[in-house]
């Protein structure tokens, strides 16, 4: 009953003067220490949290913008029937080159050896006639030539070789000026006449509207067996062929190596014999077996009469058309030649004033 009945405020004072023992609170402090420090530092960094956000911020405006995306290309104009729209089709291709070019031979062979397959035009063509000249130096009847020609633009086409070391130029008016092509040297009789006849040839076939060429020639055994006895053929050097004609000329390899080695020279006259002889071997259904050309032999040796000045009268030209009879596609006519020859320079004066009433051109000149 004592017990019972003893102060509950003694008992407390026991419980409160117990032994203490840091020993068992050391673990409490240790775990407080811990929660501090992180309490700290989780307010610092909560403390400059704004700061860095700002400071990101304005670093990221600071650097210069990205660049606009390009623009996208604009749309291809869809083709339309207006008149400001030029078409080039085929009018570059088919410019008349200049007469004056630096291709070498060889190359200039090659390009107008080129002929298409295809016979029909996919274009508007007028056919002309290309003049080729083989002159030492200016073309002397030149002003008959004018007259000649006169009229007739947009139909015909000069081309004209001479000496490389001739210079003279012809005034711009002329038909001539501006028409001579690059020449090499030639000599009478010789092979090298042969290769500028076909230099002027392959120039006129750079033009595809020229349809046909006027251009103005003894057997070595050893053109055997390409080219027999029976098969040598002589004639005047003024020629006239269509087009296909020519570009087979120009492609020849086989028989203008024999003239070079066998035909070049004094003797043999390759510009009398080559193409005569050719034509005859290969493409003798083309051949009219007809000269060109007008002359007299009457004074023997090696060139035809010359005519001058004196010699220049209406009866005379009248006699030059009209003396020789020839068949013409079955027909008997006395226009049997193109031209006549040989006039001296001096007979230039009377040409001018007879031919023009005698052939009937540029009479309202």
């Known amino acids: 009953m004592k017990n019972e009945n003893q102060n509950p405020l003694a008992s407390a004072t026991k419980v409160f003067n117990a032994p ?8 409490y402090f240790i775990i407080f220490a811990f929660g ?12 400059n949290f ?9 670093s990221l405006s600071a650097s210069p913008p990205l660049p606009p995306p390009p623009l996208p290309p604009p749309p291809y104009p869809e083709a339309t ?41 996919p274009f508007k063509r007028v056919p002309k006639v290309a003049f080729m000249f083989l002159t030492r130096g200016p073309v002397f009847l030149a002003p008959l030539w004018e007259k000649f020609f006169k009229g007739h633009e947009g139909f015909y086409s000069i081309y004209v070789h001479s000496y490389p070391s001739f210079n003279e130029s012809e005034p711009e008016s002329s038909v001539f000026h501006g028409r001579r092509i690059p020449s090499k040297k030639v000599e009478w009789g010789n092979v090298n006449m042969v290769e500028a006849e076909r230099r002027l040839l392959a120039n006129a076939l750079l033009d595809f509207s020229n349809q046909r060429r006027v251009g103005r020639g003894r057997y070595n055994p050893q053109m055997s067996p390409k080219i027999t006895l029976q ?3 002589k004639g005047a050097q003024w020629f006239e062929m269509d ?37 005859s071997i290969k493409f003798w259904e083309k051949n009219s077996n007809r ?28 006699r030059l058309r ?44």
């Not at 203490?20 to 673990?27: E, T």
């Not at 501090?36 to 403390?47: A, Q």
């Not at 704004?50 to 304005?58: D, G, H, I, K, M």
């Not at 088919?94 to 070498?104: Q, S």
């Open 20 to 27: 203490f023992h840091l020993s068992n609170l050391l673990p």
């Open 243 to 279: 087009r296909n004609l020519a570009i087979e000329i120009i492609s020849d390899k086989t028989y203008l190596p024999l003239f070079q080695n066998y035909c070049n020279g004094l003797y043999c006259c390759a510009d009398e014999h080559y193409l005569q002889t050719l034509v």
């Open 291 to 318: 000269t060109l050309t007008k002359v007299h032999w009457s004074e023997g040796g090696a060139h035809p009469t010359s005519y001058r000045g004196t010699d220049v009268t209406m009866e005379f030209l009248e």
């Open 36 to 47: 501090l420090i992180f309490g700290i530092l989780l307010s610092f960094d909560l403390r």
């Open 322 to 365: 009209s003396e020789s009879k020839c068949e013409y596609n079955g027909n008997s006519t006395d226009v049997c030649f193109l031209f006549a020859r040989k006039f001296m320079p001096n007979a230039l004066e009377r040409l001018l004033w007879f031919a023009p009433k005698i052939m009937q051109f540029n009479t309202l000149a």
């Open 231 to 233: 098969q040598w053929r």
């Open 50 to 58: 704004p700061f860095n956000l700002e400071f990101r911020q304005f």
């Open 81 to 121: 029937g207006s008149s400001n729209t030029s078409r080039i089709g085929l009018k570059e291709y088919l410019k008349p080159p200049t007469a004056m070019h630096d291709m070498e031979d060889e190359e200039l062979l090659w390009r107008a050896s080129m002929a298409p397959r295809i016979q029909e035009f």
